[in-house]
């Protein structure tokens, strides 16, 4: 009961406790923390979207919080949002002239579920991509131009305009993917 209370105080007061847990966490997904690099404390947990991250102590999760709050993922609506957008993307590129050939011979739920996972952790999902970086993924395609990258990039500023997404968020994701696109037309790198 006293733990009830002294969590009750916290709330009405807006202090910040150690790390307890009221509850049995549920297996965290990882042993390391994600922001200070130090074993974790596996009392010391957060659950977003379905998972559990265990920390070091509560300043680690503060600022893990305040990173999924201010990340542009979060901004976008999470997993629902990427999910929601990637199928309608597709919807837009699979009709697309330009660039539906490329998609011939691809198991398009198996594309999707990647392009769900790179673009989540690429606007900032805590989730790491672990497939092939851009380059690699986009090497043995032959004839990709600036064209099918505009092509590509114009169906994402569509989808995500039919999904009302602010035109500042829209400009933020485009201009994230502008990044890749020396990697996935396989330029040569530039150098410093």
Avoid at 86 to 97: A, C, G, N, P, S
Wanted: hydrophobic share 40%; aromatic share 6%; glycine share 6%.
């Amino acid at each position: 009961m006293k733990h009830c209370i002294t969590l009750f105080a916290a709330c009405v007061l807006g202090l910040s406790l150690p790390c307890i847990a009221a509850d049995p966490p549920k297996e965290p997904v990882n042993t390391v923390c994600p922001i200070s690099g130090k074993p974790v404390d596996p009392a010391c947990t957060v659950e977003y979207e379905g998972r559990t991250y265990a920390f070091a102590g509560d300043a680690c999760r503060t600022k893990f919080n305040e990173a999924r709050t201010n990340s542009l993922y979060q901004k976008l609506g999470g997993a629902a949002a990427i999910d929601a957008a990637v199928e309608l993307f597709y919807t837009k590129v699979l009709v697309d002239e330009r660039v539906k050939h490329y998609f011939d011979d691809v198991n398009m739920t198996k594309q999707k579920r990647k392009q769900k996972a790179f673009l989540s952790t690429a606007l900032g999902s805590p989730v790491a991509w672990t497939g092939k970086d851009m380059r690699t993924a986009h090497a043995d395609i032959t004839g990709l131009t600036d064209m099918h990258f505009n092509a590509i990039g114009e169906h994402l500023k569509a989808t995500l305009e039919e999904l009302k997404i602010s035109k500042d968020l829209i400009d933020q994701v485009l201009a994230i993917v502008e990044t890749t696109r020396n990697d996935v037309l396989n330029r040569p790198k530039k150098t410093l």
